[in-house]
């Protein structure tokens, strides 16, 4: 079994910063890419965020020179650095993880619950 659990949402004002922490544990041999992805009322889940096991990184045009995602030195957490937030930028964030699992040494992908962000204007 695989778990993947966010933390770190909150409510902040318009042009605020808050920092994201996605874990991943259980039955990992080894973890490749690991994403942000958020789901507003009434839009599409669209990508943020993403960042390969070698480091490499891809943001959504909305959220370059603002956000800027991380790794952790274990390798199966991955950080979310939000600075001058928008009242766009709101909805719940989700972590999505691609783990090989120690079971079978195949990759899937696994999600967590989601954590909420909240922006005042």
């Known amino acids: 079994q695989v778990q993947v659990v966010e933390s770190g949402g909150g409510l902040v004002q318009a042009g605020g910063s808050l920092r994201l922490s996605c874990s991943a544990s259980g039955t990992i041999f080894g973890v490749n890419a690991m994403s942000w992805y958020r789901q507003a009322p009434g839009k599409q889940r669209e990508l943020v965020a993403a960042?390969?096991?070698?480091?490499?990184?891809n943001y959504a045009g909305s959220v370059k020179g603002r956000f800027a995602i991380s790794r952790g030195d274990a390798k199966n957490t991955v950080y979310l650095q939000m600075n001058d937030l928008k009242p766009g930028d709101s909805g719940v964030y989700l972590c999505?993880?691609?783990?090989?699992?120690?079971?079978?040494?195949?990759?899937?992908?696994?999600w967590g619950q989601g954590t909420q962000v909240t922006v005042s204007s």
């Open positions: 960042i390969t096991s070698g480091g490499s990184t």
């Open positions: 999505n993880a691609n783990v090989i699992s120690v079971l079978s040494f195949v990759a899937n992908n696994y």
